[in-house]
């Protein structure tokens, strides 16, 4: 937990003190915007929780194969619906940030 709040710390003081190196417009420059930062970090976020997601429905259909072997098809056909759901929403998610990245500006 320390580290991820480090890494978290990190990252706060770099977007910090690169605001007034972005912040000074020269002529013929446009402006930088979060748009593509802001992208970014939600198709990560997204890949994170759809991995973790998947993970957690293949450990969960397993040790319920293992517990009742005379279901394993029935749970088999369950794990893939939902994992297709899960990729379905990650998709989602994934075009919405490449659609925000789209408008980002610099």
Do not use: D, H
């Amino acid at each position: 937990m320390k580290v991820l709040q480090l890494v978290g710390l990190m990252m706060v003081v770099l977007l910090v003190l690169a605001t007034p190196a972005l912040a000074q417009e020269s002529p013929g420059t446009a402006v930088f915007s979060g748009g593509s930062i802001g992208a970014g970090l939600g198709a990560a976020l997204t890949l994170v929780g759809a991995g973790y997601g998947l993970g957690r429905i293949g450990s969960a259909a397993l040790e319920s194969m293992a517990r009742q072997p005379e279901v394993a098809p029935r749970i088999m056909t369950a794990m893939i619906i939902i994992a297709a759901m899960l990729e379905g929403a990650t998709f989602f998610s994934l075009i919405v940030c490449i659609l925000i990245n789209g408008n980002g500006k610099w």
